[in-house]
């Protein structure tokens, strides 16, 4: 499969399951890719391509668990689907907290591998649109003057333009040619729809 439209990444040390579980997924159309740890994962480039792991817990160093808090904490998001032959209620409750779309022990269904590798791959899907979305919004705001973004912070807080004026010390007519700038180099059909970019810029970008 030479141009993949998403990726699922494994990362078991049982090379049996690893083989597997490649099979499974590409007799489905998937293009995997396959580590022995969770080292060898962070090594390997990772194409920007909607993706997920299929993480075991029981790992050599770092288990999956502490991988998935490493993963958060570093801003590496990826949906992850645990598979383990030693988890527990505790466990389970852990993973999903922190974020993981399914948590199956072996042995499980390949349907229910397959089920939650879609949600995951879906997830990840819907999250890279949004922050394409965000980067559009970002690069229009970059193309704003230092003076057009300070009228935009006040305009979405609600300020009419008089008291933006006022506020900035500059006249109303002033004002109003920054703010129809603004409107039309954001491409903001309304107020309410600036103030809703506004609100998608403070979103932080992970990736």
Do not use: W
Not at 34 to 58: H, N, Q
Not at 85 to 101: E, L, N
Not at 137 to 143: G, H, I, K, N, T
Not at 181 to 207: E, I
């Amino acid at each position: 499969m030479n141009n993949p439209t998403s990726m699922v990444y494994v990362i078991d040390d049982d090379a049996s399951v690893r083989d597997a579980l490649s099979n499974l997924l590409e007799s489905v159309g998937l293009y995997a890719e396959l580590f022995g740890s969770t080292e060898e994962f962070l090594k390997a480039e990772r194409p920007a391509l909607p993706s997920c792991l299929v993480l075991d817990v029981t790992l050599p160093g770092m288990n999956g668990l502490e991988f998935q808090e490493m993963l958060t904490k570093t801003g590496n998001p990826i949906p992850i689907v645990f598979i383990t032959a030693f988890g527990d209620i505790p466990m389970t409750s852990k993973a999903m907290k922190a974020g993981a779309v399914e948590f199956l022990a072996k042995p499980f269904q390949k349907d229910d591998l397959l089920t939650a590798i879609d949600q995951a791959l879906a997830k990840d899907s819907a999250q890279r649109a949004v922050e394409a979305s965000i980067s559009a919004l970002r690069a229009r705001q970059d193309e704003l003057t230092p003076r057009e973004r300070e009228v935009m912070d006040l305009v979405v807080t609600g300020m009419i333009n008089k008291q933006i004026a006022d506020k900035l010390g500059i006249s109303e007519v002033t004002v109003k040619i920054h703010r129809r700038q603004v409107m039309q180099k954001m491409a903001a059909p309304s107020l309410a729809d600036l103030v809703r970019m506004s609100d998608r810029l403070r979103v932080p970008q992970n990736r």
